[in-house]
Protein backbone atom coordinates (compact mmCIF):
# COMPACT_ATOMS: atom_id res chain seq x y z
CA UNK A 1 0.00 0.00 0.00
CA UNK A 2 2.92 2.45 1.19
CA UNK A 3 3.80 2.01 -2.57
CA UNK A 4 1.16 2.67 -4.70
CA UNK A 5 -0.55 5.99 -2.32
CA UNK A 6 3.64 7.03 -2.06
CA UNK A 7 3.44 7.42 -6.21
CA UNK A 8 0.73 9.45 -6.40
CA UNK A 9 1.79 11.67 -3.60
CA UNK A 10 4.71 12.50 -4.35
CA UNK A 11 3.92 13.59 -7.70
CA UNK A 12 1.28 15.91 -6.54
CA UNK A 13 4.55 17.64 -3.34
CA UNK A 14 5.72 20.64 -5.31
CA UNK A 15 3.76 20.47 -8.65
CA UNK A 16 0.19 20.77 -7.44
CA UNK A 17 0.37 24.31 -5.58
CA UNK A 18 -1.36 27.90 -6.96
CA UNK A 19 -0.07 29.04 -9.89
CA UNK A 20 3.08 31.78 -9.33
CA UNK A 21 2.40 33.80 -12.32
CA UNK A 22 1.58 37.43 -10.92
CA UNK A 23 -1.89 38.27 -11.24
CA UNK A 24 -3.50 34.89 -12.37
CA UNK A 25 -5.85 32.74 -10.86
CA UNK A 26 -5.52 28.84 -9.61
CA UNK A 27 -6.06 27.93 -13.45
CA UNK A 28 -3.86 30.55 -14.57
CA UNK A 29 -6.63 33.06 -16.17
CA UNK A 30 -5.91 36.53 -15.74
CA UNK A 31 -8.57 38.33 -13.67
CA UNK A 32 -10.86 40.23 -14.68
CA UNK A 33 -10.96 43.96 -13.17
CA UNK A 34 -14.21 45.41 -13.80
CA UNK A 35 -16.36 45.07 -11.33
CA UNK A 36 -18.55 42.34 -10.80
CA UNK A 37 -22.19 44.31 -10.46
CA UNK A 38 -20.54 46.45 -13.98
CA UNK A 39 -19.59 42.98 -15.16
CA UNK A 40 -22.83 41.23 -14.99
CA UNK A 41 -25.39 42.54 -17.01
CA UNK A 42 -23.09 41.83 -20.11
CA UNK A 43 -21.89 38.40 -19.13
CA UNK A 44 -23.09 35.67 -21.30
CA UNK A 45 -24.21 33.73 -17.98
CA UNK A 46 -26.91 37.11 -17.40
CA UNK A 47 -28.19 36.31 -20.73
CA UNK A 48 -28.84 32.87 -20.74
CA UNK A 49 -30.39 32.72 -17.55
CA UNK A 50 -32.56 35.32 -18.41
CA UNK A 51 -33.31 33.50 -21.75
CA UNK A 52 -34.28 30.17 -19.17
CA UNK A 53 -36.74 32.89 -17.50
CA UNK A 54 -37.93 34.02 -21.08
CA UNK A 55 -38.52 30.45 -21.85
CA UNK A 56 -40.23 29.46 -18.74
CA UNK A 57 -43.79 31.11 -19.01
CA UNK A 58 -44.90 29.18 -22.63
CA UNK A 59 -43.33 25.67 -21.62
CA UNK A 60 -45.07 25.88 -18.00
CA UNK A 61 -48.18 26.38 -19.54
CA UNK A 62 -47.52 23.69 -21.99
CA UNK A 63 -46.66 21.06 -19.29
CA UNK A 64 -49.31 22.46 -17.31
CA UNK A 65 -52.17 22.07 -19.82
CA UNK A 66 -50.96 18.94 -20.69
CA UNK A 67 -50.46 17.54 -16.93
CA UNK A 68 -53.89 19.12 -15.40
CA UNK A 69 -55.78 17.95 -18.68
CA UNK A 70 -54.48 14.28 -18.58
CA UNK A 71 -54.40 13.74 -14.98
CA UNK A 72 -58.59 15.34 -14.61
CA UNK A 73 -59.34 13.11 -17.79
CA UNK A 74 -58.17 10.05 -16.32
CA UNK A 75 -58.88 10.26 -12.83
CA UNK A 76 -62.51 11.09 -14.58
CA UNK A 77 -62.24 7.60 -16.32
CA UNK A 78 -60.85 5.73 -13.70
CA UNK A 79 -64.79 4.31 -13.24
CA UNK A 80 -63.96 2.48 -16.20
CA UNK A 81 -60.47 0.86 -17.26
CA UNK A 82 -59.54 3.64 -19.42
CA UNK A 83 -58.49 5.48 -16.44
CA UNK A 84 -55.51 3.88 -15.85
CA UNK A 85 -53.54 3.86 -19.16
CA UNK A 86 -55.03 7.09 -19.74
CA UNK A 87 -53.34 8.08 -15.83
CA UNK A 88 -50.27 6.27 -16.54
CA UNK A 89 -49.53 7.78 -20.09
CA UNK A 90 -50.01 11.37 -18.36
CA UNK A 91 -47.24 10.68 -15.98
CA UNK A 92 -44.68 8.91 -18.73
CA UNK A 93 -45.78 12.47 -20.34
CA UNK A 94 -44.64 14.36 -17.31
CA UNK A 95 -41.48 11.83 -17.70
CA UNK A 96 -40.89 13.10 -20.85
CA UNK A 97 -41.00 16.61 -20.37
CA UNK A 98 -39.18 16.42 -17.27
CA UNK A 99 -35.78 15.21 -19.65
CA UNK A 100 -36.37 18.36 -21.81
CA UNK A 101 -36.32 20.90 -18.62
CA UNK A 102 -33.44 18.72 -17.70
CA UNK A 103 -32.03 19.48 -21.10
CA UNK A 104 -32.72 23.03 -20.81
CA UNK A 105 -31.57 23.47 -17.33
CA UNK A 106 -28.14 21.86 -18.67
CA UNK A 107 -27.46 24.08 -21.40
CA UNK A 108 -29.13 27.48 -20.12
CA UNK A 109 -28.47 26.70 -16.21
CA UNK A 110 -24.75 24.84 -17.01
CA UNK A 111 -27.01 23.08 -14.19
CA UNK A 112 -25.65 19.08 -14.18
CA UNK A 113 -28.48 16.87 -12.92
CA UNK A 114 -28.41 12.96 -13.20
CA UNK A 115 -30.81 11.13 -14.67
CA UNK A 116 -33.45 9.72 -12.40
CA UNK A 117 -33.56 6.07 -11.47
CA UNK A 118 -35.32 4.59 -14.48
CA UNK A 119 -38.47 2.20 -14.63
CA UNK A 120 -38.32 -1.32 -13.08
CA UNK A 121 -40.78 -3.28 -14.86
CA UNK A 122 -40.89 -6.93 -13.30
CA UNK A 123 -42.90 -8.10 -16.29
CA UNK A 124 -43.38 -7.91 -19.87
CA UNK A 125 -46.78 -6.66 -21.29
CA UNK A 126 -48.54 -3.12 -20.93
CA UNK A 127 -50.33 -3.81 -17.86
CA UNK A 128 -47.05 -4.20 -15.97
CA UNK A 129 -45.40 -1.21 -17.70
CA UNK A 130 -48.96 1.03 -16.13
CA UNK A 131 -48.12 -0.75 -13.11
CA UNK A 132 -44.56 0.93 -12.84
CA UNK A 133 -45.33 4.12 -13.79
CA UNK A 134 -48.20 4.74 -11.77
CA UNK A 135 -45.87 3.50 -8.87
CA UNK A 136 -43.03 5.16 -9.40
CA UNK A 137 -42.17 7.99 -7.12
CA UNK A 138 -40.36 9.62 -9.94
CA UNK A 139 -43.50 10.21 -12.24
CA UNK A 140 -45.36 11.85 -9.59
CA UNK A 141 -42.68 14.07 -8.76
CA UNK A 142 -42.53 15.02 -12.39
CA UNK A 143 -46.11 15.68 -11.84
CA UNK A 144 -45.63 17.53 -8.85
CA UNK A 145 -43.23 19.98 -10.78
CA UNK A 146 -45.19 20.54 -14.00
CA UNK A 147 -48.10 21.93 -11.54
CA UNK A 148 -46.17 23.96 -9.33
CA UNK A 149 -43.31 25.14 -12.09
CA UNK A 150 -46.83 27.14 -13.59
CA UNK A 151 -46.76 30.26 -11.19
CA UNK A 152 -43.28 30.23 -10.03
CA UNK A 153 -42.26 30.73 -14.18
CA UNK A 154 -45.55 33.15 -14.38
CA UNK A 155 -44.24 35.29 -11.29
CA UNK A 156 -40.43 34.99 -12.73
CA UNK A 157 -41.11 35.97 -16.16
CA UNK A 158 -43.19 38.87 -14.86
CA UNK A 159 -40.18 40.27 -11.98
CA UNK A 160 -37.42 39.88 -14.89
CA UNK A 161 -38.96 40.97 -17.85
CA UNK A 162 -39.83 44.37 -16.13
CA UNK A 163 -36.13 44.91 -14.55
CA UNK A 164 -35.15 43.81 -17.58
CA UNK A 165 -37.26 46.05 -19.95
CA UNK A 166 -37.31 49.19 -17.62
CA UNK A 167 -33.41 49.06 -16.59
CA UNK A 168 -32.32 49.00 -20.43
CA UNK A 169 -35.19 51.61 -21.08
CA UNK A 170 -33.69 54.01 -19.01
CA UNK A 171 -30.63 53.59 -18.80
CA UNK A 172 -30.68 54.52 -22.78
CA UNK A 173 -33.23 57.12 -22.59
CA UNK A 174 -31.00 59.81 -23.48
CA UNK A 175 -30.49 58.39 -26.89
CA UNK A 176 -34.35 58.20 -27.92
CA UNK A 177 -35.71 60.91 -25.89
CA UNK A 178 -36.03 63.05 -29.02
CA UNK A 179 -38.67 60.43 -30.21
CA UNK A 180 -41.23 62.56 -27.65
CA UNK A 181 -41.31 66.08 -28.98
CA UNK A 182 -40.38 64.53 -32.78
CA UNK A 183 -43.23 62.03 -32.91
CA UNK A 184 -45.00 62.60 -29.68
CA UNK A 185 -45.75 65.98 -29.30
CA UNK A 186 -44.41 65.99 -25.49
CA UNK A 187 -41.12 66.92 -24.24
CA UNK A 188 -40.08 63.84 -23.03
CA UNK A 189 -41.15 60.64 -21.00
CA UNK A 190 -44.57 61.36 -19.24
CA UNK A 191 -43.35 60.93 -15.01
CA UNK A 192 -47.15 62.15 -14.05
CA UNK A 193 -50.01 63.48 -15.52
CA UNK A 194 -53.37 64.61 -14.37
CA UNK A 195 -55.87 67.03 -15.56
CA UNK A 196 -54.37 70.28 -14.66
CA UNK A 197 -50.68 69.63 -15.10
CA UNK A 198 -47.92 66.99 -16.09
CA UNK A 199 -44.43 66.18 -15.19
CA UNK A 200 -42.08 65.11 -18.21
CA UNK A 201 -38.70 64.03 -18.27
CA UNK A 202 -37.24 66.72 -20.65
CA UNK A 203 -34.20 69.13 -19.01
CA UNK A 204 -30.46 67.39 -19.31
CA UNK A 205 -30.75 67.12 -15.47
CA UNK A 206 -33.61 64.68 -15.25
CA UNK A 207 -32.59 62.57 -18.62
CA UNK A 208 -29.03 62.11 -16.62
CA UNK A 209 -30.66 61.15 -13.52
CA UNK A 210 -33.19 58.81 -15.54
CA UNK A 211 -29.76 57.28 -16.93
CA UNK A 212 -28.42 57.04 -13.74
CA UNK A 213 -31.58 55.18 -12.19
CA UNK A 214 -31.35 53.21 -15.57
CA UNK A 215 -28.05 51.95 -14.51
CA UNK A 216 -29.16 50.73 -11.07
CA UNK A 217 -32.07 48.49 -12.46
CA UNK A 218 -29.47 47.12 -15.48
CA UNK A 219 -27.01 46.13 -12.40
CA UNK A 220 -29.66 44.75 -10.50
CA UNK A 221 -31.36 43.19 -12.86
CA UNK A 222 -28.80 40.11 -13.36
CA UNK A 223 -28.42 39.24 -9.52
CA UNK A 224 -32.54 39.60 -9.48
CA UNK A 225 -32.53 37.19 -12.16
CA UNK A 226 -30.35 34.79 -10.67
CA UNK A 227 -32.07 34.92 -7.36
CA UNK A 228 -35.00 33.77 -9.49
CA UNK A 229 -33.37 31.11 -11.58
CA UNK A 230 -31.78 29.76 -7.89
CA UNK A 231 -35.12 28.47 -7.19
CA UNK A 232 -35.58 27.03 -10.74
CA UNK A 233 -32.19 24.70 -9.87
CA UNK A 234 -33.55 23.79 -6.87
CA UNK A 235 -36.96 22.26 -8.44
CA UNK A 236 -35.07 20.70 -10.98
CA UNK A 237 -32.65 19.02 -8.71
CA UNK A 238 -35.06 17.83 -6.38
CA UNK A 239 -38.08 16.68 -8.42
CA UNK A 240 -36.66 16.32 -11.82
CA UNK A 241 -33.36 14.09 -10.67
CA UNK A 242 -32.96 11.45 -9.07
CA UNK A 243 -34.37 11.08 -5.25
CA UNK A 244 -32.01 10.80 -2.10
CA UNK A 245 -32.94 7.10 -1.71
CA UNK A 246 -31.67 6.68 -5.58
CA UNK A 247 -28.56 8.39 -4.83
CA UNK A 248 -27.65 6.71 -1.92
CA UNK A 249 -28.07 3.35 -3.87
CA UNK A 250 -25.31 4.65 -6.31
CA UNK A 251 -23.22 6.07 -3.86
CA UNK A 252 -23.34 2.32 -1.73
CA UNK A 253 -22.51 0.68 -5.18
CA UNK A 254 -19.42 2.50 -6.25
CA UNK A 255 -18.24 2.33 -2.32
CA UNK A 256 -19.49 -1.29 -2.68
CA UNK A 257 -16.94 -1.37 -5.56
CA UNK A 258 -14.29 0.35 -4.32
CA UNK A 259 -14.27 -1.85 -1.07
CA UNK A 260 -14.17 -5.09 -2.97
CA UNK A 261 -11.48 -3.52 -5.80
CA UNK A 262 -9.25 -2.37 -2.77
CA UNK A 263 -9.75 -6.03 -0.93
CA UNK A 264 -8.49 -7.48 -3.98
CA UNK A 265 -5.60 -5.09 -4.24
CA UNK A 266 -4.51 -5.81 -0.61
CA UNK A 267 -5.15 -9.73 -1.35
CA UNK A 268 -2.86 -9.26 -4.36
CA UNK A 269 -0.24 -7.01 -2.40
CA UNK A 270 -0.36 -10.00 0.22
CA UNK A 271 0.61 -12.54 -1.85
CA UNK A 272 3.25 -10.81 -3.68
CA UNK A 273 5.19 -10.31 -0.70
CA UNK A 274 4.59 -13.22 0.59
CA UNK A 275 6.03 -14.95 -2.67
CA UNK A 276 8.51 -12.40 -3.72
CA UNK A 277 9.57 -12.22 0.51
CA UNK A 278 9.06 -14.52 2.91
CA UNK A 279 8.59 -17.71 0.43
CA UNK A 280 11.24 -17.21 -1.28
CA UNK A 281 13.44 -16.67 1.09
CA UNK A 282 12.06 -20.11 3.44
CA UNK A 283 12.49 -22.30 -0.39
CA UNK A 284 16.11 -20.98 -0.56
CA UNK A 285 16.56 -21.69 3.54
CA UNK A 286 15.29 -25.03 3.08
CA UNK A 287 17.72 -25.73 0.12
CA UNK A 288 20.97 -24.29 2.40
CA UNK A 289 19.44 -27.00 5.37
CA UNK A 290 19.72 -29.43 2.63
CA UNK A 291 22.97 -28.88 1.51
CA UNK A 292 24.24 -28.65 5.18
CA UNK A 293 22.84 -31.70 6.00
CA UNK A 294 24.51 -33.63 3.42
CA UNK A 295 27.99 -31.80 4.43
CA UNK A 296 27.47 -32.59 7.86
CA UNK A 297 29.26 -35.90 8.21
CA UNK A 298 32.38 -34.88 5.64
CA UNK A 299 33.04 -31.02 5.97
CA UNK A 300 31.18 -30.38 9.67
CA UNK A 301 32.66 -26.74 9.61
CA UNK A 302 31.07 -25.71 6.39
CA UNK A 303 27.90 -27.43 7.21
CA UNK A 304 28.39 -24.87 10.63
CA UNK A 305 28.50 -21.78 8.32
CA UNK A 306 25.80 -22.57 6.43
CA UNK A 307 23.80 -23.41 9.37
CA UNK A 308 24.64 -20.35 10.62
CA UNK A 309 23.74 -18.25 7.37
CA UNK A 310 20.29 -20.29 7.41
CA UNK A 311 20.21 -18.82 11.15
CA UNK A 312 19.85 -15.27 9.48
CA UNK A 313 17.68 -15.86 6.95
CA UNK A 314 15.28 -17.25 9.64
CA UNK A 315 15.39 -13.47 10.87
CA UNK A 316 15.41 -11.95 8.07
CA UNK A 317 12.07 -14.30 7.08
CA UNK A 318 10.67 -13.71 10.67
CA UNK A 319 11.11 -9.73 9.94
CA UNK A 320 9.73 -9.62 6.88
CA UNK A 321 6.03 -11.79 8.51
CA UNK A 322 6.25 -9.17 11.28
CA UNK A 323 6.50 -6.36 8.76
CA UNK A 324 3.66 -8.28 6.70
CA UNK A 325 1.41 -9.17 9.54
CA UNK A 326 1.99 -5.70 11.09
CA UNK A 327 0.68 -3.80 7.12
CA UNK A 328 -2.41 -6.64 7.65
CA UNK A 329 -3.71 -5.62 11.16
CA UNK A 330 -0.97 -5.16 14.24
CA UNK A 331 -1.43 -6.53 17.11
CA UNK A 332 -0.89 -3.10 19.38
CA UNK A 333 -3.84 -1.31 17.54
CA UNK A 334 -6.02 -4.38 18.75
CA UNK A 335 -4.68 -4.40 22.06
CA UNK A 336 -3.62 -1.00 23.46
CA UNK A 337 -5.64 0.77 20.59
CA UNK A 338 -4.83 4.09 18.99
CA UNK A 339 -2.81 5.81 20.88
CA UNK A 340 -0.50 3.08 21.49
CA UNK A 341 -0.53 2.24 17.75
CA UNK A 342 -0.04 5.68 15.89
CA UNK A 343 2.94 6.42 18.26
CA UNK A 344 4.47 3.05 16.75
CA UNK A 345 3.69 4.01 13.20
CA UNK A 346 5.29 7.82 14.40
CA UNK A 347 8.52 6.67 15.93
CA UNK A 348 9.44 4.97 12.70
CA UNK A 349 8.64 8.06 10.77
CA UNK A 350 12.05 9.79 9.63
CA UNK A 351 11.25 13.09 10.74
CA UNK A 352 9.59 14.01 14.99
CA UNK A 353 6.32 13.61 14.51
CA UNK A 354 3.95 14.19 18.53
CA UNK A 355 1.28 12.30 18.27
CA UNK A 356 -2.03 14.13 20.08
CA UNK A 357 -4.90 11.46 20.39
CA UNK A 358 -7.68 12.67 22.33
CA UNK A 359 -10.39 9.91 22.71
CA UNK A 360 -12.37 9.10 25.61
CA UNK A 361 -13.36 5.70 24.29
CA UNK A 362 -12.50 2.96 21.18
CA UNK A 363 -14.36 3.63 17.87
CA UNK A 364 -15.37 -0.05 15.72
CA UNK A 365 -12.60 -1.77 15.15
CA UNK A 366 -13.26 -1.47 11.52
CA UNK A 367 -12.85 2.65 11.73
CA UNK A 368 -10.29 2.08 14.15
CA UNK A 369 -8.39 -0.09 11.21
CA UNK A 370 -9.13 2.71 8.31
CA UNK A 371 -8.20 5.19 11.13
CA UNK A 372 -4.35 3.47 11.48
CA UNK A 373 -3.61 2.58 7.97
CA UNK A 374 -4.81 6.40 6.84
CA UNK A 375 -2.45 7.98 9.59
CA UNK A 376 0.49 5.38 8.53
CA UNK A 377 0.27 6.04 4.95
CA UNK A 378 0.25 9.07 5.50
CA UNK A 379 3.54 9.51 7.48
CA UNK A 380 5.15 7.44 5.02
CA UNK A 381 4.61 9.89 2.37
CA UNK A 382 5.27 12.34 4.86
CA UNK A 383 8.98 10.57 5.02
CA UNK A 384 9.54 9.96 1.35
CA UNK A 385 8.20 13.34 -0.38
CA UNK A 386 7.74 16.19 1.85
CA UNK A 387 10.61 17.04 2.81
CA UNK A 388 9.51 18.12 5.84
CA UNK A 389 11.85 18.60 9.31
CA UNK A 390 8.39 17.95 11.63
CA UNK A 391 5.07 16.89 11.99
CA UNK A 392 2.16 16.36 13.94
CA UNK A 393 -0.39 13.80 14.30
CA UNK A 394 -4.14 14.60 16.13
CA UNK A 395 -6.93 12.23 16.63
CA UNK A 396 -10.33 13.61 18.17
CA UNK A 397 -13.30 12.89 17.95
CA UNK A 398 -16.19 15.44 17.14
CA UNK A 399 -19.65 14.12 18.28
CA UNK A 400 -20.21 11.43 16.05
CA UNK A 401 -17.23 11.78 13.40
CA UNK A 402 -13.85 10.69 14.15
CA UNK A 403 -11.09 13.34 13.17
CA UNK A 404 -7.79 12.61 12.16
CA UNK A 405 -5.32 15.51 11.31
CA UNK A 406 -1.56 15.13 9.68
CA UNK A 407 0.64 18.27 9.41
CA UNK A 408 4.16 18.82 8.17
CA UNK A 409 6.25 21.65 7.44
CA UNK A 410 7.28 20.07 3.98
CA UNK A 411 7.58 22.06 0.33
CA UNK A 412 3.80 21.41 0.18
CA UNK A 413 1.87 20.72 -3.04
CA UNK A 414 0.42 17.77 -2.36
CA UNK A 415 -2.88 17.40 -4.53
CA UNK A 416 -5.66 14.75 -4.58
CA UNK A 417 -5.93 14.86 -8.36
CA UNK A 418 -1.98 14.91 -9.37
CA UNK A 419 -2.10 11.15 -9.14
CA UNK A 420 -3.11 7.86 -7.34
CA UNK A 421 -2.02 8.02 -3.56
CA UNK A 422 -4.35 10.41 -1.87
CA UNK A 423 -7.02 9.82 -4.61
CA UNK A 424 -6.95 6.04 -3.23
CA UNK A 425 -6.63 6.87 -0.50
CA UNK A 426 -10.05 9.72 -0.43
CA UNK A 427 -11.32 5.90 -2.28
CA UNK A 428 -11.26 4.85 0.44
CA UNK A 429 -12.34 6.83 3.22
CA UNK A 430 -15.22 7.66 1.05
CA UNK A 431 -16.32 3.80 0.53
CA UNK A 432 -17.00 4.22 4.26
CA UNK A 433 -18.62 7.59 4.71
CA UNK A 434 -15.57 8.84 5.08
CA UNK A 435 -13.59 12.44 3.85
CA UNK A 436 -9.95 13.52 2.73
CA UNK A 437 -9.48 17.55 2.57
CA UNK A 438 -6.14 18.18 1.61
CA UNK A 439 -4.36 21.98 2.06
CA UNK A 440 -1.41 21.92 0.54
CA UNK A 441 -0.02 25.60 -0.65
CA UNK A 442 3.54 25.48 -2.82
CA UNK A 443 5.90 25.86 -0.29
CA UNK A 444 4.06 24.59 2.80
CA UNK A 445 3.02 23.34 5.30
CA UNK A 446 0.81 20.61 4.20
CA UNK A 447 -2.09 20.12 6.05
CA UNK A 448 -4.43 16.44 5.36
CA UNK A 449 -7.77 16.05 7.32
CA UNK A 450 -9.81 13.06 7.15
CA UNK A 451 -13.17 12.52 8.62
CA UNK A 452 -14.47 8.91 9.66
CA UNK A 453 -18.12 7.90 11.11
CA UNK A 454 -17.74 7.11 14.57
CA UNK A 455 -19.31 3.69 15.12
CA UNK A 456 -19.22 1.78 18.23
Known amino acids: MATEYGQGYGQGYGHGGRSGGHGADDWGHRPNRLPAALRAPLEARSWREFGYVLLNLPIAVLTFVYAVTMVALGAGLLVTFLGIPVLAGALAGCRGLGTLERARARGLLRLEVAEPEPLRVRKNGALAWMGAVLKSGTSWRHLLYALLHFPWAVLSFVVAVNFWVYGWALLTYPLWFWLFPMYGGQGGLQLYGDAHHSIYLDNPFEITVTALVGLLFTMATPWIVRALTTVDRLMVLGLLGPSRLAKRVVELESDRGVVVDTAAADLRRIERDLHDGAQARLVALAMDL?????????????????????????????????????????????????????????????????????????????????????????????????????????????????????????????????GSGLAGLAERLDAVDGILVVDSPAGGPTRVTAELPWRR
Open 290 to 418: GLAKEKLAEDPKAAARMVEDAHGEVKTALQELRDLARGIHPAVLTDRGLDAALSSVASRCTVPVQVEVDLGERPAPAIEGIAYFTVSELLQNVSKHARATSATVDVWRSEDRLMLQVIDDGVGGADVSA
